[in-house]
T-cell receptor, first 113, second 115 residues
Framework: DVKVTQSSRYLVKRTGEKVFLECVQDMDHENMFWYRQDPGLGLRLIYFSYDVKMKEKGDIPEGYSVSREKKERFSLILESASTNQTSMYLC????????????FGSGTRLTVV | AQTVTQSQPEMSVQEAETVTLSCTYDTSESDYYLFWYKQPPSRQMILVIRQEAYKQQNATENRFSVNFQKAAKSFSLKISDSQLGDAAMYFCAYRRNFGNEKLTFGTGTRLTIIP
């Protein structure tokens, strides 16, 4: 089975800290995604990557950046964490092509205090 | 831009009964995919069912079926013989067939099963 692993299930950080959320997949997927999930807003796409060192902004990229130096790892970076970035963060990966399914990680619940 | 709307924030159903979750979407594309995902308290997103827009036949997976109305841009999920394990958040999602592979999600419906 394809696995998408997010390094932390719960994380508490202070305002202004630099925060790294890590996501690793083990099936050589080209595409990787970072979503933010908030009650009443569903999942919103922050950034996605379709290959190593390639990235595209999603719908809500402000305050975030990403890094993909290796195919299996896609990192979400909060340069200076703020309280409005308190949320659940979900990573997903997918093979390129029509028939590939998406595999999601179990999420990181980030609290910024 | 594509949008997905789920107008029912919460639904409840008696165990063994049938429930229908609504989803509408807006797109100018003619070729796309629609999905229903389930998210139980474990947070793991699980694919429930997938529909390809060019297929007229509604997708079914055991107790789960969809009513896909392409002209109306409607994609509802019917759960038959509801079970306690069906309790979860359900998300409707859209993906265009060509171009980037991103999923656009609705806001979700929380389904409660009443024993």
């Amino acid at each position: 089975d394809v696995k998408v692993t997010q390094s932390s299930r719960y994380l508490v950080k202070r305002t202004g800290e630099k925060v790294f959320l890590e996501c690793v997949q083990d099936m050589d997927h080209e595409n990787m995604f970072w979503y933010r999930q908030d009650p009443g807003l569903g999942l919103r796409l922050i950034y996605f990557s379709y290959d190593v060192k390639m990235k595209e902004k999603g719908d809500i990229p402000e305050g975030y950046s990403v890094s993909r130096e290796k195919k299996e790892r896609f990192s979400l970076i909060l340069e200076s964490a703020s309280t409005n970035q308190t949320s659940m963060y979900l990573c997903a990966s997918k093979w390129q092509g029509q028939n590939g399914g998406y595999t999601f990680g179990s999420g990181t619940r980030l609290t910024v205090v | 831009a594509q949008t997905v709307t789920q107008s029912q924030p919460e639904m409840s159903v008696q165990e063994a009964e049938t429930v229908t979750l609504s989803c509408t979407y807006d797109t100018s594309e003619s070729d796309y995919y629609l999905f229903w995902y389930k998210q139980p308290p474990s947070r793991q997103m699980i694919l429930v069912i997938r529909q390809e827009a060019y297929k007229q036949q509604n997708a079914t997976e055991n107790r789960f079926s969809v009513n896909f109305q392409k002209a109306a841009k409607s994609f509802s999920l019917k759960i038959s013989d509801s079970q306690l394990g069906d309790a979860a958040m359900y998300f409707c999602a859209y993906r265009r067939n060509f171009g980037n592979e991103k999923l656009t999600f609705g806001t979700g419906t929380r389904l409660t099963i009443i024993p």
